[in-house]
């Protein structure tokens, strides 16, 4: 049965899973990191889980026109295989403790070697194929707003650093926005070679990610303006400023408390990610972590839940793909075979 919600607290994690191998991986099948069940892609016949070697295999009589021993579909494929467990050779508690840390605000390395007992290259790995997922996330964010719905948006610029006389993090410019109600958010980083965004840059990604009857608030800035009226959706605007630099007909909200959610936003952020030994190069990824970590808060979901259904969506099981499969006949004598007779077999590739 499919996981529809569960929730872990970091430490709940450690107790429930630490070297438990066998709640892993159930954990694991719930959440379709790993399948359930398996049918082979030839006979369409449910394949044996063969726990020894974490695959699965079909053993179906074959039809056949001549006498003789019976023929068998030897069809066997990885447990792991094409999953995000992928070619893993750490225990799966171990996994499931690492990305536990990942999700942390508190993460760092030597928790996992001094915890998990890792080394340097796999926690690295690890970490690596992790932000793979946030950052696939990070790609794929949802629109947010609504008829009636109250949403602040705001540019911002993560200026450069310096550490030791040389620059460690290059200027890069934000586009976001917040719900009032709910605190839902979506951040963009801009391409904008250090220049501040234009409207023909953030047009199209308010139309994009802010849904059509939402009230935008936004500074008394002309990019915004021009932006939105030129979308000819049906947006209300409402800008954020002193009434005195504004135009005729323009509607004004009073800069105050319920008006400064974006800029509070901006600042989490950035404490988040302007720290001494960041890079440019990784921002990317830095900023997908912090957003999936936050967008938890925001829709109430198990942060644990959230993580592997979202690493199931992105590294669905090659045997639950609708991919073509090589199968080959065997013959056989008895309804079983040995270990022995095993080896002579030709499994999936992937199958350790």
Not at 33 to 60: F, H, M
Not at 64 to 69: A, E, L, M
Not at 92 to 104: D, E
Not at 315 to 337: G, I, V
Request: glycine fraction near 4%; charge should be neutral.
């Amino acid at each position: 049965m499919a996981c529809t919600s569960c929730s872990f607290s970091y430490y709940e994690c450690v107790v429930k899973f630490y070297e438990d191998n066998e709640a892993s991986l159930e954990f694991f099948r719930s959440h379709g990191v790993l399948p359930r069940t398996v049918v082979c892609p030839r006979c369409k016949s449910p394949c044996a889980y063969r726990k020894d070697r974490r695959a699965w295999r079909c053993r179906k009589s074959l039809p056949s026109s001549t006498p003789g021993p019976k023929k068998r579909c030897s069809y066997m494929v990885s447990d792991s295989k094409g999953s995000f467990l992928t070619n893993a050779n750490i225990p799966p508690w171990k996994i499931v403790l690492f990305v536990n840390h990942f999700l942390s605000q508190l993460w760092d390395h030597r928790t996992v070697f001094e915890c998990i007992e890792l080394s340097t290259s796999t926690s690295v790995d690890w970490r690596s194929f992790c932000c793979e997922v946030t950052d696939a996330w990070f790609q794929n964010q949802d629109p947010i707003g609504g008829a009636g719905v109250d949403v602040e948006i705001d540019v911002t610029l993560i200026a450069p650093s310096r550490y030791n006389g040389s620059t460690y993090l290059e200027p890069l410019w934000l586009f976001g926005g917040i719900e009032r109600s709910t605190k839902r958010k979506f951040v963009l980083t801009l391409k904008t070679n250090g220049e501040p965004p234009s409207k023909s840059t953030l047009a199209p990604l308010i139309k994009r990610y802010i849904k059509p009857g939402s009230v935008i608030y936004s500074e008394a800035d002309s990019v915004y303006k021009d932006s939105i009226s030129e979308l000819g959706l049906p947006y209300k605007h409402v800008v954020i400023s002193d009434p005195e630099s504004l135009g005729e007909g323009d509607r004004v909200a009073r800069r105050d408390e319920n008006n400064s959610l974006i800029h509070l936003f901006w600042r989490e952020l950035k404490m988040w990610v302007k720290r001494p030994g960041i890079k440019s190069k990784y921002m990317h990824q830095y900023l997908s972590r912090y957003l999936f970590i936050s967008s938890v808060a925001d829709d109430k979901t198990s942060i644990l839940h959230k993580f592997f259904a979202q690493a199931a969506k992105l590294y669905p099981p090659f045997s639950q793909r609708q991919l073509p499969a090589t199968c080959r006949s065997e013959d056989s004598n008895s309804e079983t075979q040995s270990d022995e007779e095993d080896e002579g077999l030709q499994p999936d590739p992937d199958i350790s």
